[in-house]
């Protein structure tokens, strides 16, 4: 079963009967997927943060330190994608890492608005036991890519939100062709 969910927090100013937009809110994602493994298999696919090579849109990760437990700070990687021309990347700093809850968290560092329009962006992804089978959850809280009000079509809330839907359903996507859909 597949859930998505997006939600927008914010706080509006009314004055004289009106709304007036006080700049970008916090957006957040949550989608899931319940996979015919277990979630020791799809941990040991996916729980190395120094290794997205899982997901089809990665062509390749440069990591920086060794995803320790004790110093997840000191660990980063630069995802170099996958396109047709240039060579466009998002920087990460692993923020916590938990094998024995089969989960890690992840910030963006630096990614160039055209690639992926958003800011401030931090993400976890986990492994739950669902009855015997892994369920992949994958949540992240951010900003759209334009920071002022008025956005441009490309970088307002909607082309955020439609952009980490898409890398998180590719992800998910290509965790299902590997291990299967579980009912």
């Known amino acids: 079963m597949k859930r998505i969910l997006a939600m927008t927090f914010g706080a509006t100013l009314a004055f004289a009967g009106a709304t007036h937009a006080h700049g970008p809110v916090r957006l957040k994602l949550e989608l899931d ?11 040991a696919a996916i729980g190395k ?3 997205m090579g899982w997901h089809p849109a990665v062509a390749s990760t440069e990591i ?7 110093q997840p700070e000191k660990s980063s990687r630069v995802l170099h994608l996958k396109a047709d021309a240039g060579d466009p ?4 700093v692993l923020s ?5 809850k089969r989960c890690y968290s ?3 560092e630096a990614v160039d608005v055209a690639v992926l329009p958003v800011t401030n962006y931090a993400s976890t992804i986990c492994v739950k036991d669902d009855g015997g089978k892994a369920n992949v959850a994958w949540r992240a ?13 490309d970088q307002n809330d909607e082309a955020a939100i439609k952009a980490v839907t898409a890398i998180y359903q590719a992800g ?12």
């Open 106 to 108: 992840y910030r963006i």
């Open 172 to 183: 998910l996507d290509a965790l299902a062709e590997r291990f299967g859909k579980a009912e």
């Open 33 to 43: 997927q319940k996979l015919n493994a277990s979630p020791d298999e799809v941990w």
């Open 141 to 153: 809280g951010f900003y759209r890519g334009f920071p002022n009000n008025e956005p441009p079509p």
């Open 96 to 100: 916590k890492i938990q094998p024995d």
């Open 64 to 70: 920086t330190g060794d995803g320790s437990v004790d």
């Open 49 to 51: 943060f120094e290794d």
């Open 89 to 92: 990347t998002i920087s990460e």
